[in-house]
């Protein structure tokens, strides 16, 4: 596939080394420019881009940057894209997001919201950088850690899940974008590594 990844922090940075690996043509982009990638891109064979570029080719797109930035990307590049959000709203971080802040809201409705017409679909937030690098394990495998998949677009959903078995994760459908508060930080199912039954049961668990 062609993917475009925007952030090059520990869940952006993993996911171009992993997805490189797996023989995906890859352009990763930052809010400091292309040049600030040069490394990443040497190591990796990514291209270093711009945000609009790894964009415009792209077809999915994987934003891993600080939630406050999201209001700042080009929200009508967006349009008609497949979007995985792998972010989280730390207020400490983030600073006071009032809808979040009371959880009327998931963080990835409120990413939709913003790149009105993109198809989001909610992964990766879960699980630690490390584990996302070094823990996949090929289908079948006991305990093979699971990832929540959230979203509204079924086809979207599917793509993602593929790409999720693919980097050596059992996808668990975790139903809705309204629903993906149910991954969100402070969850049972966050940075637990649990497998696909034990994601369910988490899931279902989940408190607002």
Same mark, same amino acid.
């Given at each position: 596939m062609e993917i475009g990844i925007i952030g090059s922090g520990h869940i952006g940075g993993t996911l171009t080394r992993r997805l490189r690996s797996l023989g995906h043509d890859v352009a990763v982009a930052n809010s400091r420019g292309p040049q600030s990638l040069t490394d990443l891109a040497a190591e990796t064979g990514a291209r270093a881009v711009s945000v609009e570029e790894a964009v415009q080719g792209a077809e999915l797109v994987v934003i891993a940057i600080p939630?406050?930035?999201?209001p700042q990307l080009p929200a009508?590049?967006?349009?008609?894209?497949l979007v995985v959000d792998a972010d989280n709203y730390y207020p400490q971080r983030d600073g006071d997001i009032p809808e979040l802040l009371d959880r009327s809201l998931s963080s990835s409705r409120w990413?939709?919201?913003?790149?009105k017409g993109a198809r989001?679909?909610?992964v990766f937030n879960n699980i630690q950088a490390a584990h996302?690098?070094?823990?996949?394990k090929p289908a079948g495998t006991?305990?093979?850690?699971?990832?929540?998949?959230?979203? *509204?677009?079924? $086809? #979207?959903k599917r793509i993602v899940m593929e790409l999720v078995d693919e980097l050596g994760f *059992?996808?668990? $459908? #975790?139903?809705?974008?309204d629903e993906s508060w149910r991954q969100q930080p402070d969850t049972p199912v966050y940075g637990t590594d649990r497998d696909a039954d034990g994601v369910r049961e988490g899931l279902a668990a989940a408190r607002p």
């Open positions: 939630l406050k930035a999201v009508a590049l967006f349009d008609g894209k990413t939709a919201d913003h790149l989001v679909v909610k996302l690098m070094d823990e996949g006991a305990g093979r850690i699971a990832l929540p998949v959230a979203g *509204d677009d079924a $086809d #979207a *059992d996808p668990v $459908d #975790a139903g809705t974008l």
